[in-house]
């Protein structure tokens, strides 16, 4: 028995699951990160070890993958994994408010909880994306990937405006609060999200979960499908050159622009406006002409990574040029760009999940989402690392950024020129879910 493909409205309940994913993340490494380092003047670098110690345990992503590939239902992984990440997060509050009077003990807290982190993002997000990738009609894959990841976005936003405007003035008891409610209504928003979503499940043939085979041969075959591993090297590239400038961005606002910050904040603002057009521009574009094969989104895929490559080159320039450089625009220009390359890779890994061997998709989703963590663990620290190294053997401050957002632009590039060696996806002329959509409309 197949399933029915996803309509608007199950996508946009999925994409609440997002939106409860971004909400304990951004609480972990935004919301603790400050107060460890500002209120409890612990070392900048522990919250750092601990967020990059999160990315190093979602290497696990292609277990939890294919782990959901085994049964008939992704939604108890989903459940299960959103379950463990409130659960770290609320441990990850108490282990920030312990370090004020017991370093080491709130540290190992800490791991612990971070641990819990990195696992519950791997389990819910892997289990969630081969959930859409296998729900979702090729025609609507763009718009899905469009609306799911500006539903994380907005659930990342009202949780930091929320939980900024309760925890002023600061408290351990606020902390303590804030952490509690932000992880309970995350982890219940998920659940109302996913309820009834494959209710149909059940009834599916034993043959349509994936052929039972060690975890260490199943890995070992995706491994060697040319498409699944060039896309898994294109991703590590381009999430690479994607994270590199998420910790430079505002100290080079400040050091070469002399921006307070304030100013500096509103700059990433309109980062994050730019993203959240391109990522509406390709949604909607590809809602209105289909991509029955991947084409529109590889196109995209490229053109948001050259784009990214181009306002990183103007960014380049303007490190040398100073403060008469039209910094606002340019950075505009980048976050536009970065939006159309992450919706577009993102439709495109929903594409490919069902590519090759059937009954893979969490497996495919897992290895993607390992090498997005690889990236995102390394790519940050890189950036940051090396614009201080440079600055020490640099006669000048803005020839250091001149320097990484140059090879960050490089990197772009190669993300293109990998992109575009992947073949569109093979068509499919009686597949299950288009099949299934031609009789709706008929």
């Known amino acids: ?21 971004g909400a304990v993340v951004v609480l972990t490494t935004s919301t603790l990160n400050r107060v ?64 004020a009077s017991a370093p080491l003990w709130g540290i190992l807290l800490g791991v612990v909880a971070f641990s819990m982190i990195g696992a519950g993002v791997g389990a819910a997000g892997t289990s ?61 928003v998920a659940l109302i999200a996913v309820w009834g979503v494959e209710k149909d499940a ?21 491994w060697n499908e040319p498409k699944a591993r060039r896309f ?36 990433a603002g309109v980062q994050h406006g730019g993203v959240l057009i391109g990522m509406i521009l390709v949604g909607v574009l590809g809602a209105r002409l289909g991509d029955r094969r991947g084409a529109f989104m590889r196109r ?18 303007a490190s040398l040029y100073g403060p008469g450089w039209p910094l606002q625009p340019t950075v505009m220009a980048l976050g536009f760009a970065n939006g159309v390359f992450a919706v577009s890779a993102i439709g495109s890994m929903m594409g490919l999940a069902g590519e090759g061997r059937s009954g893979r998709e969490g497996l495919r989703m897992g290895l993607w989402g390992a090498a997005q963590a690889i990236a995102f663990a390394c790519g940050g620290f890189a950036g940051a690392a090396g614009v201080d190294a440079l600055r020490v053997v640099l006669p000048e401050t803005g020839q250091a950024f001149v320097v990484v957002f140059f090879l960050e632009a490089g990197l772009f590039l190669v993300a ?6 992947i073949e569109p996806m093979a068509a499919r002329e009686a597949s299950p879910i288009s099949g299934a959509i031609n009789a709706e409309a008929a």
């Open 232 to 267: 898994t090297v294109f991703v590590f590239v381009s999430m690479l050159a994607y994270s590199a400038q998420d910790l430079i961005l505002e100290p080079f606002a400040g050091l070469i622009f002399h921006m307070t910050p304030g100013q500096s904040t509103q700059l």
């Open 36 to 99: 460890m380092v500002v209120e409890f003047a612990l070392p900048a670098m522990l919250p750092a070890a601990l967020v990059a110690w999160h990315y190093g345990v979602q290497l696990s992503r292609p277990r939890w993958g294919y782990g959901s590939d085994l049964g008939h239902r992704r939604t108890p992984w989903i459940v299960g994994g959103v379950g463990v990440l409130a659960l770290g997060g609320v441990l990850a509050t108490d282990a920030t408010l312990m370090m």
């Open 416 to 421: 293109a020129a990998l992109a575009a060696r």
């Open 300 to 317: 995209w895929t490229i053109a948001g990574c050259i784009g990214s490559a181009v306002a990183l080159a103007g960014l380049s320039y």
């Open 128 to 188: 969630l994306l081969a959930l859409l990738a296998t729900r979702v009609a090729p025609e609507r894959r763009p718009a899905a990937a469009a609306t799911t990841w500006i539903m994380m976005i907005v659930g990342i936003v009202i949780t930091a405006a929320t939980s900024g405007a309760l925890l002023d003035p600061f408290s351990a008891q606020r902390l303590a609060f804030v952490g509690a409610g932000v992880a309970a209504c995350a982890f219940f």
């Open 202 to 222: 059940v009834a599916a043939s034993p043959e349509a979960a994936a052929p039972k085979m060690a975890f260490k041969d199943a890995l070992h075959e995706i």
């Open 1 to 21: 028995m197949s399933h029915a493909p996803l309509g608007w409205l199950g996508i946009l309940r999925l994409g609440l699951v997002q939106s409860a994913l």
